[in-house]
Antibody, heavy 119, light 113 residues
Framework: EVQLQESGPGLVKPSQSLSLTCSVT????????WGWIRKFPGNKMEWMGY???????SYNPSLKSRISITRDTSKNQFFLQLNSVTTEDTATYYC?????????????WGQGASVTVSS | DIVMTQSPSSLAVSAGETVTINCKSS????????????LAWYQQKPGQSPKLLIY???TRESGVPDRFIGSGSGTDFTLTISSVQAEDLADYYC?????????FGSGTKLEIK
């Protein structure tokens, strides 16, 4: 059974970078698609992007200049970096898996990491 | 981006009743190539992460009880929960997986009286 677990700082200062790690067990990240989704206070949800089994990436255009998703296949982990954060990036961040051909259907999720952007 | 509009934003029902949640997309989610509708539903229970219930508008994910039924086509979709149980207390979200970027509805909070 695949399990995903987010980790990283819960507090980030404005203008700095947000960095999160998703550790995956029970499944290789060299298969399928691995993404990040966030849920804002007030419950709006936003798909941020994914990294594929081959290492290619796709990002939400709303974030394209600030986001980077990378991976370490030796550790079976993938990472989110979001630059130049503001208080509007305060959210719970989830990592999730998607399967071909439905790259945008997330069938396994981590528990979520709450991140607050504040000075 | 495709805008997803859900209604109602919240509802309260008694156990055993049937619940209907609506989701409307700003563009058709019907693929002309395979005649499939690219709409998913997720359930998020308090303190938990979202769980995939349904994709392609009506295909239940493995292990999802058959009281969860997805229907609709084009721009109008429905999630029906028959004989609601206390454990169904959750937020429900629709999401289009038709086009990039995927987008979510604003959610429906289901409360059990």
């Amino acid at each position: 059974e695949v399990q995903l677990q987010e980790s990283g700082p819960g507090l980030v200062k404005p203008s700095q970078s947000l960095s999160l790690t998703c550790s995956v067990t029970g499944y290789s990240i060299t298969s399928n698609y691995w993404g990040w989704i966030r849920k804002f206070p007030g419950n709006k949800m936003e798909w941020m992007g994914y990294i594929s089994y081959s290492g290619s990436t796709s990002y939400n255009p709303s974030l394209k200049s600030r986001i980077s998703i990378t991976r370490d296949t030796s550790k079976n982990q993938f990472f989110l970096q979001l630059n130049s954060v503001t208080t509007e990036d305060t959210a719970t961040y989830y990592c999730a898996r998607s399967n071909y051909p439905y790259y945008y259907v997330m069938d396994a999720w981590g528990q979520g990491a709450s991140v607050t952007v504040s000075s | 981006d495709i805008v997803m509009t859900q209604s109602p934003s919240s509802l309260a029902v008694s156990a055993g009743e049937t619940v209907t949640i609506n989701c409307k997309s700003s563009q058709s989610l019907l693929s002309s190539g395979n005649q499939k509708n690219y709409l998913a539903w997720y359930q998020q229970k308090p303190g938990q992460s979202p769980k995939l219930l349904i994709y392609l508008a009506s295909t239940r994910e493995s292990g999802v009880p058959d009281r969860f039924i997805g229907s609709g086509s084009g721009t109008d979709f429905t999630l029906t929960i028959s004989s609601v149980q206390a454990e169904d207390l959750a937020d429900y979200y629709c999401q289009q997986h038709y086009s990039y970027p995927p987008t979510f509805g604003s959610g429906t909070k289901l409360e059990i009286k």
